[in-house]
C-alpha cells in the first residue's frame, strides 16, 4: 500500500489540482463551517433515486451525487469519470484500478478539515496517531533493534535505595516514573535543555532518570544526584531526616517548574501569561473561588492555579465525600466579614470552592496529619476511593447549571460531550506513626497491572489491595486526553 | 425513512450534533480497544488473500459483520441514551 495515488488520479490532479478534492471535502465531508453544514444537510441526497444512502458518493469530475448502490457506478460508466469521493469518510475511489486510492496530499487535505470542523464545532481535535516522518521511517529502517512490550513485561520497574529516610522521596519519584504524560514526554526526549551537560538541570537529571527506569536493567537504583540538586533548589527539604511526602511532592513540581521557566528551555507562554511548562501543562488546574455577599447578592470570582488538591479527613469516608464537602458552599459568619464592592461595606458572605479547570494529573492529598499547637497527630481513618473517578460534579460549569436549575444537565449539549473521567495511576501510603513511620507507594505500570514499591523492593499488587490501602496521597490520570486546535 | 426522519436528521447535521455523537462514538470505541480489534480482523483477511489482491469491497464484506457484533453493549447503550435526551430536550424547543 502506498500513498501516492494512482496514475488516474495524478492525471486528474495535474489536469484540475486539488480544488475539486477541496471543495467536495470541506462542504460534504467534514463541514469547516456552518453554510458548509446548510449544504450537507439538505443536499446529501442520490441524483438518481433521491435516497440518503447508502454509502453516498460524489463524483469528483463534475459533483454528481449518487449512492454505491449502482448509481454512482452507471454515472461513472456513461460519463467517464472514473473518480468518486466517499462522502463518509473522504476516500477517493478509482473507477479504473477498482479501488480506494490514498494519496499523501489529499489525507493532509482532509487532515486540516478536520481540525477545522473541530474548531468550527468547539470539541477538541480528534486523536492524531503518530505516523513516522520520512527521516523517522529512514532512522526506524536504519535501526533495526525492536523491544518488544509483552503483557508480562516488567519494563520501567525499579526498586530505589534507602538513602537514610528517604522513602519519601522514593515514593514520588515512583508516582512521577509512572505518570503516563510525563514519561512520554521524557522517553520522546522533548527537553531542549539551553544550560546543557552543566549537570545543574534538574529537569536533565529527571529525563536521564527515565532513561535507567526504561532501560530494561532490574537493579535498584540510587537517587543521590538528584537528591543532591532537589537539596540545592530546595534548602527546606535539606538533611536526611525524615520529610512529608506530600511537602516534597510540590517542591518538586515547583523545582522542576522553575528550571523550565529560567530560560533553561524554551517554553512558549500562553496568552494569558500562564506557564505552559510541561509540569504546568499535566499538574495545573483552576480553582473557582466565589464570593457571594449575604446582603446584595453580589459574587466576586476569583480563580487560581493549582497543583493539587488538599482534603480534610474528618472520620471515615469517601473521596468523593470529601470532594463534595471540599466543593459545598460554605457560610462564612459574623467574624470573616468581608469587604463587599458592591454594598461598599463589610458584609457576612457565603464561600464556594469549584473547579474551573482540570489539570491532565488529579492529585489529591488527605490531610492525614494535624499539626496544632496542643497536639500532632495522624488519622486513620479508610477514605475509600474509586479506581475510576468522573469529576464533572465538582465542577464550575456543572454547579452553575444545578444552581440554574437544570439539575440532570446531561441534557445539555456541553454536559453530553464533555468528558472528565480519571483512572487512578498511583497511591503513596504512609505506615506507621506520625514520627515512625514508612512510606510505600502502588503505581500502575500497565493497564490492569499494579506494582507496590517499597524502597528497593518492588512487588506485584492487585487493584483491590491499592482500593483497600489507607491512602494518603491519590494520583489520577485523564481518561481521554483532549487536544487543543492550532487552526486560525 | 419517514419525513420527519429526515428532518431530525437534517437538524443534526445544521447544529453540528451529528459530528459530536460521530465524535463521541469514536473515542469511545478507540478506549474499547474495538478499532484496534478490527485493525487485526483487517490483517487476517489481507493474510488469508496473500495470493490475490484485496480490494476494500472484499475486507467490507467479510468484516463487517464480525466488527458490528463486537461492538460493546455499553457503547451502543451510553449513545442510544444520549442520542435520545438528546433529541427530547431538541423537541421541547
Ligand atoms: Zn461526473
Ligand atoms: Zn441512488
Ligand atoms: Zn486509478
Ligand atoms: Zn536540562
Ligand atoms: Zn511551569
Ligand atoms: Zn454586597
Given at each position: 500500500?502506498?500513498d501516492?495515488?494512482?496514475?488516474?488520479?495524478?492525471?486528474?490532479?495535474?489536469?484540475?489540482?486539488?480544488?475539486?478534492y477541496?471543495?467536495?471535502?470541506?462542504?460534504?465531508?467534514?463541514?469547516?463551517?456552518?453554510e458548509?453544514?446548510?449544504?450537507?444537510?439538505?443536499?446529501?441526497?442520490?441524483?438518481?433515486?433521491?435516497?440518503?444512502?447508502?454509502?453516498?458518493?460524489?463524483?469528483?469530475?463534475?459533483?454528481f451525487?449518487a449512492?454505491?448502490?449502482?448509481?454512482?457506478?452507471d454515472?461513472?460508466?456513461?460519463?467517464?469519470?472514473?473518480?468518486?469521493?466517499?462522502?463518509?469518510?473522504?476516500?477517493?475511489?478509482?473507477?479504473?484500478?477498482?479501488?480506494y486510492?490514498?494519496?499523501?496530499?489529499?489525507?493532509?487535505?482532509?487532515?486540516?478539515?478536520?481540525?477545522?470542523?473541530?474548531?468550527?464545532l468547539?470539541?477538541?481535535?480528534?486523536?492524531?496517531?503518530?505516523?513516522?516522518n520520512?527521516?523517522?521511517?529512514?532512522?526506524?529502517?536504519?535501526?533495526?533493534?525492536?523491544?518488544?512490550?509483552?503483557?508480562?513485561?516488567?519494563?520501567?520497574?525499579?526498586?530505589?535505595?534507602?538513602?537514610?529516610?528517604?522513602?519519601?522521596?522514593?515514593?514520588i519519584?515512583?508516582?512521577?516514573?509512572?505518570?503516563?504524560?510525563?514519561?512520554?514526554?521524557?522517553?520522546?526526549?522533548?527537553?531542549?535543555c539551553?544550560?546543557?551537560?552543566?549537570?545543574?538541570?534538574?529537569?536533565?537529571?529527571?529525563?536521564?532518570?527515565?532513561?535507567?527506569?526504561?532501560?530494561?536493567?532490574?537493579?535498584?537504583?540510587?537517587?543521590?544526584r538528584l537528591?543532591h540538586?532537589?537539596?540545592?533548589?530546595?534548602?527546606?527539604?535539606?538533611?536526611?531526616?525524615?520529610?512529608?511526602?506530600?511537602?516534597?511532592?510540590?517542591?518538586?513540581l515547583?523545582?522542576?517548574?522553575?528550571?523550565?521557566?529560567?530560560?533553561?528551555?524554551d517554553?512558549?507562554?500562553?496568552?494569558n501569561?500562564?506557564?505552559?511548562?510541561?509540569?504546568?501543562?499535566?499538574?495545573?488546574?483552576?480553582?473557582?473561588?466565589?464570593?457571594?455577599?449575604?446582603?446584595?447578592?453580589?459574587?466576586?470570582?476569583?480563580?487560581?492555579?493549582?497543583?493539587?488538591?488538599?482534603?480534610?479527613?474528618?472520620?471515615p469516608?469517601?473521596?468523593?465525600?470529601?470532594?463534595?464537602?471540599?466543593?459545598?458552599?460554605?457560610?462564612?459568619?459574623?467574624?470573616?466579614?468581608?469587604?463587599?464592592?458592591?454594598?461598599?461595606?463589610?458584609r457576612?458572605?457565603?464561600?464556594?470552592?469549584?473547579?474551573?479547570t482540570?489539570?491532565?494529573?488529579?492529585?489529591?492529598?488527605?490531610?492525614?496529619?494535624?499539626?496544632?499547637?496542643?497536639i500532632?497527630?495522624?488519622?486513620?481513618?479508610?477514605?475509600?476511593?474509586?479506581?475510576?473517578?468522573?469529576?464533572?460534579?465538582?465542577?464550575s460549569s456543572?454547579?452553575?447549571?444545578?444552581?440554574?436549575g437544570?439539575a440532570?444537565?446531561?441534557?445539555?449539549?456541553?454536559?453530553?460531550?464533555?468528558?472528565?473521567?480519571?483512572?487512578?495511576?498511583?497511591?503513596?501510603?504512609?505506615?506507621?506513626?506520625l514520627?515512625?513511620?514508612?512510606?510505600?507507594?502502588?503505581?500502575?505500570?500497565?493497564?490492569?497491572?499494579?506494582?507496590?514499591?517499597?524502597?528497593?523492593?518492588?512487588?506485584?499488587?492487585s487493584?483491590?489491595?491499592?482500593l483497600?490501602?489507607?491512602?494518603?496521597?491519590?494520583?489520577?490520570?485523564?481518561?481521554?486526553?483532549?487536544?487543543?486546535?492550532?487552526?486560525? | 425513512?419517514?419525513?420527519?426522519n429526515?428532518?431530525?436528521?437534517?437538524?443534526?447535521?445544521?447544529?453540528g450534533?451529528?459530528e459530536?455523537?460521530?465524535?463521541?462514538?469514536?473515542?469511545?470505541?478507540?478506549?474499547?480497544?474495538?478499532?484496534?480489534?478490527?485493525?487485526?480482523?483487517?490483517?487476517?483477511?489481507?493474510?488469508?488473500?496473500?495470493?490475490?489482491?484485496?480490494?476494500?469491497?472484499?475486507?467490507?464484506?467479510?468484516v463487517?459483520?464480525?466488527?458490528?457484533?463486537?461492538?460493546?453493549?455499553?457503547?451502543?447503550k451510553?449513545?442510544?441514551?444520549k442520542?435520545?435526551?438528546?433529541l427530547?430536550?431538541?423537541?421541547?424547543?
Amino acid at each position: 500500500m502506498n500513498d501516492n495515488g494512482c496514475i488516474h488520479l495524478n492525471n486528474f490532479k495535474a489536469a484540475k489540482g486539488t480544488n475539486p478534492y477541496k471543495i467536495v471535502h470541506a462542504f460534504f465531508v467534514t463541514c469547516t463551517s456552518f453554510e458548509a453544514r446548510r449544504y450537507k444537510a439538505t443536499s446529501c441526497l442520490c441524483f438518481t433515486c433521491g435516497k440518503p444512502g447508502p454509502r453516498m458518493h460524489s463524483c469528483l469530475h463534475c459533483i454528481f451525487f449518487a449512492c454505491y448502490d449502482g448509481h454512482i457506478q452507471d454515472h461513472s460508466k456513461s460519463k467517464k469519470h472514473f473518480l468518486y469521493v466517499d462522502l463518509s469518510y473522504g476516500n477517493v475511489f478509482c473507477a479504473q484500478c477498482q479501488d480506494y486510492i490514498y494519496d499523501r496530499e489529499l489525507t493532509e487535505i482532509a487532515m486540516s478539515h478536520r481540525m477545522k470542523e473541530a474548531k468550527s464545532l468547539g470539541i477538541s481535535v480528534p486523536f492524531m496517531p503518530w505516523l513516522p516522518n520520512n527521516n523517522e521511517a529512514m532512522a526506524l529502517r536504519r535501526l533495526r533493534k525492536r523491544r518488544l512490550i509483552s503483557p508480562h513485561t516488567t519494563i520501567g520497574l525499579r526498586g530505589l535505595q534507602n538513602l537514610g529516610s528517604t522513602c519519601f522521596m522514593n515514593c514520588i519519584v515512583q508516582t512521577l516514573i509512572h505518570t503516563p504524560l510525563l514519561r512520554d514526554y521524557f522517553l520522546g526526549e522533548k527537553h531542549k535543555c539551553k544550560a546543557q551537560g552543566s549537570g545543574k538541570c534538574l529537569v536533565c537529571e529527571v529525563s536521564k532518570l527515565f532513561q535507567e527506569f526504561y532501560s530494561g536493567a532490574k537493579t535498584p537504583l540510587t537517587l543521590h544526584r538528584l537528591l543532591h540538586l532537589i537539596w540545592t533548589h530546595a534548602r527546606h527539604l535539606a538533611g536526611y531526616e525524615q520529610q512529608d511526602a506530600h511537602e516534597f511532592f510540590i517542591a518538586t513540581l515547583d523545582v522542576l517548574h522553575r528550571h523550565c521557566m529560567n530560560g533553561v528551555e524554551d517554553t512558549e507562554k500562553k496568552e494569558n501569561g500562564r506557564c505552559n511548562c510541561i509540569i504546568d501543562q499535566i499538574f495545573t488546574g483552576g480553582l473557582q473561588s466565589d464570593v457571594v455577599c449575604t446582603s446584595c447578592s453580589g459574587v466576586s470570582t476569583t480563580i487560581d492555579p493549582f497543583w493539587d488538591i488538599s482534603l480534610d479527613v474528618a472520620g471515615p469516608g469517601s473521596l468523593q465525600a470529601c470532594l463534595e464537602r471540599f466543593t459545598r458552599a460554605e457560610h462564612l459568619g459574623s467574624g470573616a466579614k468581608i469587604k463587599c464592592s458592591k454594598c461598599r461595606a463589610y458584609r457576612e458572605s457565603t464561600k464556594q470552592l469549584t473547579l474551573e479547570t482540570l489539570p491532565i494529573v488529579a492529585s489529591f492529598h488527605l490531610k492525614r496529619f494535624e499539626h496544632s499547637s496542643q497536639i500532632d497527630r495522624k488519622i486513620s481513618a479508610f477514605v475509600s476511593f474509586p479506581a475510576e473517578l468522573d469529576m464533572t460534579p465538582f465542577m464550575s460549569s456543572h454547579r452553575r447549571a444545578v444552581d440554574m436549575g437544570a439539575a440532570d444537565n446531561n441534557n445539555a449539549p456541553e454536559g453530553i460531550f464533555e468528558d472528565n473521567r480519571y483512572s487512578l495511576f498511583a497511591v503513596v501510603n504512609h505506615l506507621g506513626s506520625l514520627d515512625a513511620g514508612h512510606y510505600t507507594a502502588y503505581v500502575r505500570q500497565m493497564k490492569g497491572s499494579w506494582f507496590k514499591c517499597d524502597d528497593h523492593m518492588i512487588t506485584r499488587a492487585s487493584l483491590r489491595e491499592v482500593l483497600d490501602s489507607e491512602g494518603y496521597l491519590l494520583f489520577y490520570h485523564k481518561t481521554v486526553l483532549e487536544y487543543e486546535c492550532d487552526v486560525s | 425513512m419517514t419525513v420527519n426522519n429526515t428532518i431530525a436528521h437534517q437538524r443534526l447535521i445544521l447544529s453540528g450534533d451529528r459530528e459530536r455523537f460521530k465524535e463521541l462514538l469514536r473515542r469511545r470505541l478507540i478506549e474499547c480497544g474495538w478499532r484496534d480489534q478490527v485493525r487485526m480482523l483487517c490483517r487476517d483477511v489481507v493474510k488469508e488473500n496473500e495470493s490475490n489482491n484485496v480490494t476494500f469491497e472484499t475486507l467490507v464484506t467479510k468484516v463487517t459483520p464480525k466488527a458490528r457484533a463486537i461492538v460493546p453493549d455499553s457503547v451502543k447503550k451510553e449513545l442510544l441514551q444520549k442520542i435520545k435526551t438528546h433529541l427530547l430536550t431538541q423537541k421541547d424547543q
